[in-house]
């Protein structure tokens, strides 16, 4: 399906949009990749999902990604005897292993892995970093700290531990069984949490073989740090600017979000910016001003996709938000400032033939009447290098492989298109240059820019580029091998 943009939208499903005609409205609106998130819904429920978009893609003929966003590890006190308890500033308060039911002056922190890694001076963050204390002393099996922040602490409550590594993996129990489930279910992308150091990344790639693409979430200060380690042995990173505002000042964010969104681009991997993006169009049908500059601040950027959670799975109003979004998109990438901002912070980088060849498609679109860069892939390499070039011209991506074209559909720039196996150069120029005027990007006065590898069905063998009319005849014309 064609968009009048390079960016890509994110819709999460819910129970606002659980069914096969809010999906298929919701693609129609705009949405490209759409997000199961595991922390809700059972197996069965995200099969249905699944199910059902695919059979939209099918009846659309329009491939769509699909993201499984896994739990991560969840971190939270214990139970009080009288439900919650109020804490204020200054006063002591206990963190134990102790299940004896809380009260004002202690609650058990199941979690033994955190008071091994806690350091005096160390920082706990109960509920969202709404409560915050301070470690003044810790052992194996306590920390007793001091309120800094007070407030309402209640049962149940989420703990952030902003200072430290925890010795924690990034998959719980519950994330092994969902990861082998979606894996076998056919999900494109795999969303992993509570990333902390590359070795999460690797560990999780172990036990995926293949079967998706591997996209780390980046919501911890220790991710932040390792990013570049993390980002090597990832496939795509989302920057989750919800956790990462609860464990970092929320002033710091902005910045990192610039930083991580450049380097996703220098190394030709896709990037999500995400959370609470559209978040008053959860109960209301318009978003507040600075939440339109927040998606376009993203755009400008050069982001890959910007992303719905809770606006698309629970609000009153899915297919508003995402009709907002590609709006934003639209007016933001028809603004002369986009291109420049886009094109003064591209990032060279010439290591390869692939590099070298991918760059030359972009500049000779550039300077002259090139309607669409047409690169065939069968891995998706291609696809993210030319992607990486963020061309002024859309980005056509051919390939035999549904797995490919499905992934690629979270790419900037890319529309993906099905395409048979060729063994001849000619013959996919033909196919290239039909598919530019099928989806109303060329008429056969116009000419396209075609890369391939020789041989052909290769994984990165981009070897060969040429400037082709859309016309067959003339293609068959001037080459009638």
């Known amino acids: 399906m064609k968009r009048e943009r390079s960016v890509k939208i994110v819709a999460t499903l819910g129970p606002a949009s659980d069914n096969y005609e809010m999906i298929r409205k919701l693609h129609e609106a705009g949405a490209d990749v759409f997000r199961l998130n595991m922390s809700h819904g059972s197996h069965e429920k995200i099969a249905e999902l699944h199910t059902a978009i695919r059979k939209v893609e099918e009846d659309l003929g329009s491939p769509i990604a699909i993201l499984a966003d896994l739990q991560g590890p969840k971190l939270r006190v214990g139970e009080f005897k009288n439900g919650s308890e109020q804490l204020d500033i200054g006063a002591d308060f206990r963190l134990d292993l102790d299940d004896t039911p809380g009260d004002l002056k202690r609650v058990t922190l199941p979690h033994p892995e955190i008071f091994a890694a806690l350091e005096e001076g160390s920082s706990l963050l109960v509920n969202d970093g709404k409560i915050r204390l301070k470690v003044k002393e810790c052992g194996a099996d306590f920390a007793n700290c001091e309120v800094v922040i007070g407030g309402t602490i209640s049962n149940r409550k989420g703990v952030n531990v902003p200072d430290v590594v925890l010795p924690l993996a990034a998959l719980s129990e519950k994330d092994l069984a969902d990861l082998e489930f979606v894996c076998e279910l056919g999900v494109d992308w795999l969303a992993l949490s509570f990333v902390q150091r590359a070795k999460d990344v690797w560990d999780a790639r172990d036990l995926v073989k293949g079967r998706a693409s591997v996209l780390s979430k980046i919501e911890k200060p220790s991710a932040v740090t390792s990013f570049e380690e993390i980002l090597d042995a990832s496939d795509g990173i989302m920057v ?199 989806a109303g990007l060329a008429s056969k006065t116009d000419q396209i820019v075609v890369t391939a590898g020789v041989p052909f069905n290769v994984p990165g063998t981009t070897n060969i580029l040429r400037v082709a009319p859309c016309d067959e005849r003339l293609i068959y014309a001037s080459d009638p091998e």
């Open 240 to 438: 989750a600017r919800g956790d990462l505002g609860v464990e970092l000042p929320v002033q710091c964010v902005p910045p990192i979000q610039k930083r991580l969104v450049r380097k996703c681009r220098a190394a030709a991997k896709p990037v999500i910016v995400a959370t609470q993006m559209l978040e008053s169009m959860i109960e209301s049908p318009m978003p507040t001003r600075a939440e339109v500059s927040d998606v376009a601040t993203a755009i400008y950027e050069g982001a890959d996709a910007i992303m719905l959670s809770a606006e698309s799975a629970a609000g009153d109003y899915p297919i508003d938000a995402v009709q907002t979004m590609n709006n934003v998109a639209q007016e933001v990438e028809s603004d002369p400032t986009y291109t420049e901002v886009i094109e003064s912070s591209r990032t060279a980088s010439r290591t390869s033939v692939a590099d070298g060849i991918v760059a030359a498609a972009r500049e000779i679109a550039e300077t002259t009447e090139i309607k669409a860069i047409c690169c065939f892939t069968q891995s998706g390499t291609t696809a993210l290098l030319t992607a990486r070039e963020r061309p002024r011209v859309p980005i056509i991506a051919m390939t035999s492989q549904r797995r490919t074209a499905r992934r690629l559909a979270l790419t900037w720039g890319t529309l993906c298109v099905m395409t048979d196996e060729f063994n001849r150069f000619k013959s996919a120029v033909v196919s290239a240059a039909r598919a530019a005027r099928s």
